[in-house]
């Protein structure tokens, strides 16, 4: 699959590049897609969630009537489940939600993500350029010529530019991060991706 090269103006540069049919040409695996979403959602939990058991209610510890002879159920104590402000039962408590995945399936999930990407036609490819200081302004003008500004939209870096980098952090619904920062859920939740020129190799490398 061949795509054409744009430039900061939006215009075509002339030059095409070839993306890697092993990476953007794979049928994609909707189960390896399920499986690293639901690790990445499972791993931002924090799982800190918790209720008092009886044991750790406060209360006074004595009888509250005898034990026979009432004619209603008998009750030990006003930290019972049974009574108002009494412990919970089976409530919930801290616990880790992450769990772990082999890196060939991860690697299937972000190839499988890319390839769905491919076939709908939501990539473009920027060439390479660089900022002196970090201006957002600049770089939203950049996303309106790429036609990208109202668009949740992913790029992805080649060689490291922090500059760029900075310039992006206040605007809505975009995320640039080189290829190790960014997971298969962030490549799902985009409706367009955006790869700088020299991200195609890497790319390419990383996940072959």
């Known amino acids: 699959m061949k795509l054409s090269v744009l430039n900061i103006k939006g215009e075509d ?3 095409e590049v070839s993306l890697d049919k092993s990476v953007f040409g794979i049928e994609p695996s909707e189960h390896a897609v399920y ?3 639901k690790q990445y959602l499972a791993n931002q939990r924090q799982g800190t ?12 510890t004595k009888k ?24 919970t039962v089976f409530g919930p408590t801290p616990r880790d939600y992450s769990f772990k995945l082999n890196k ?29 200081a970090p201006k957002t302004k600049e770089f939203v003008s950049i996303l309106k010529n790429l036609q990208s500004d109202s668009v ?5 870096l080649g060689n490291g ?13 975009i995320k640039v991060s080189p290829l ?4 298969t859920y962030d490549l799902v939740n985009a409706q367009q991706l955006i790869l700088m020129e020299s991200s195609i190799d890497v790319i390419k490398n990383t996940l072959n």
């Open 13 to 15: 540069t002339g030059r």
């Open 35 to 37: 499986l690293e979403v």
């Open 152 to 156: 949740k939209s992913l790029i992805i």
């Open 180 to 183: 190790d920062g960014i997971s």
């Open 104 to 132: 060939k399936l991860k690697q299937l999930a972000k190839k499988s993500a890319l390839s769905a990407k491919a076939k709908e036609k939501k990539i473009k490819v920027l060439e390479d350029f660089s900022l002196d």
């Open 161 to 173: 530019n922090d500059n760029v980098f900075l310039s992006s952090r206040n605007i809505k619904n």
């Open 64 to 87: 509250l009537k005898k034990q026979k002879g009432t004619g209603t159920a008998r009750a030990g104590s006003i930290k019972s489940p049974v009574f108002r402000g009494g412990g």
């Open 49 to 60: 969630h918790k209720t008092k058991t009886r044991n750790e209610i406060v209360g006074s």
